[in-house]
């Protein structure tokens, strides 16, 4: 079956960090663009970075740029979020998304709090 599995959610204090895992089985990611995704509550979903299939161009959005930062092993078949410096504000749950051609994948999602 394939699937997006998101790890490395969980509780972190202000200005803490934490760095999100997003592995794929069933399908190999190295040719899919790969972005997080995130879902406040009350909110829309959001993009927060994306990153090209060979992991050379990225796209962080303005809201994160100076603490999110996406990167993907693809050997491993994995795609990681480090982010810093959280805030509050960053509190969502984080969906990992895989696109290519007319195919799509959504992970079930990791919650993320930020709270002292």
């Known amino acids: 079956q394939v699937q997006l599995v998101e790890s490395g959610g969980g509780l972190v204090q202000p200005g803490g960090s934490l760095r999100l895992s997003c592995a794929a089985s069933?399908?190999?990611?190295?040719?899919?663009?790969m972005s997080w995704y995130r879902q406040a509550p009350g909110k829309e979903r959001e993009l927060g970075a994306t990153i090209s299939s060979s992991g050379t161009r990225t796209n962080v959005a303005d809201s994160v740029k100076d603490s999110f930062t996406i990167s993907r092993d693809n050997p491993k078949n994995v795609v990681y979020l480090q982010m810093n410096s959280l805030t509050p504000e960053d509190t969502a749950v984080y969906y990992c998304?895989?696109?290519?051609?007319?195919?799509?994948?959504w992970g079930q999602g990791t919650q993320v709090t930020v709270s002292s």
């Open positions: 069933e399908f190999t990611l190295s040719r899919y663009v």
């Open positions: 998304n895989a696109a290519w051609a007319f195919q799509v994948y």
